[in-house]
């Protein structure tokens, strides 16, 4: 039977609705791009977008940043692929340059090398349990780590289904706007709200409840001493930038170390200087990872991602061959990455320019507290939570999120969104943005909103 393939004539699409499955295209009129470079983005009519949401905060250091595409040139001149039976200059270098910014007291000094963050985080889940000889894992809820089966039983939010397996468990998110036991003045954000609380400095109570919470799903539930590992981003990506109240994430991975579990952070979309203060999440909550996961922005969207350990975790599963893993490109692009971070101070300006956003954002808070009902994040990973009214809290209306996110298009503005409801407007623009840019968006942004009102 030869079957028709004349899939040629339809629009571009109609295309990507009958013949791929991407569930995310954004727009009612959808954005057809064809090029991009630093923090813009142009569609196939020319047009010139903002780009505040980099490929999902893929895009650290800007689109088609001329050293990056160096960098894989010269690389692609010299060769393409050895496959790991050789040594090989640039993978070494790579990986020297990235245990750099591991001279914390983690004893973290062996790289893995894999092509996603979803295959980080499978091989973080299965060194968790060789290295442990438990089975039992923890995440939080709405959190996200991936979709390959495995890590999918990490995964927590709606929209993901659940595969049939055993051994997840999921614990109570800290979240402190959507909480019941709040905590938002105790997040660590330059828009923290200011409400008093009778927290002392280093103890939040809506963190002990958390813990306490925790420690009861470690005692009944997993048995305590069955714990392989707990997963958490040290912001929540996804899940619409959630920041948990101060001290959680120290001790509940404590706890869970203190249990003979592994704490695993998930610094896909936190790593890299992007929470602006530190180069890693993790470092801003004091806390000591056994397994730091990361991927998007370490190649700048080239495919690549990779997990640091200790090396008594990382011998436990003997060696480990991926084909593309640690494959050169990658390696040289990731390696680029880190030269333009520093040269071009993009962390420093990913405090500056954020903290601006944040605090114009929650200028429009206040000014509207029954449609805006939290701006948090830090750096530039950024949420603005949108409701209907600030009594009752309930999610914004899915088609008024919508019409926003319309209207920045057409003004030359692309955000995204997220959240368990889908009502968290998501900030995460390419690190090399300029108060100029950031001004810019959040005036367009803030007219769209009233006049969805
Ligand atoms: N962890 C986090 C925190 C993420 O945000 C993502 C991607 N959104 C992943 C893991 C999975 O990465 P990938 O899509 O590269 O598999």
Redesign the pocket.
Known sequence: IIRSTSTNKKSIGEFFSQHLSFPFLQYKDHLHVARAERQYIYDTAGKRYLDFFAG??TVGVGHCHPKLIDAATKQMNKYWHLSTYYLQDTVRDYAEKLLEHFKDDTGLSVCLFVN??????DLALHLAKEYTKQTEVISLRN??????QS?LCLTNIAGFKRPYLTGSRVAMNPDPYRGIWGGRHCRDSPVQTTRSCNCEKDQCQASDKYIEQLDELLSHEVSKKKVAGMWI?SI???GGSVQFPKTYVKRATELVQQNGGLYIA?E???GFGRTGTHFWGYQAHGAKPDIV?M??SIANGFPF?AIVTRPEIAKTIGNYFNTYGGNPIGCAVASAVLDVIKEEKLQENTLKVGTHILQRLAKLRDQLPDVVGDVRGKGLLIGMEMVTDKESRKPFPIAKMNAILDRCRENGLLLGKGGNSGNVFRIKPPMCITMEDANFAMDVLEDAIRKEL
């Open positions: 999902i905060v996603s963050g979803s295959e980080a985080n959190s996200y780590h991936g979709v390959l890590t981003e929540q990506g996804y998930d896909v979309q936190t996961v991927a998007k991602a």
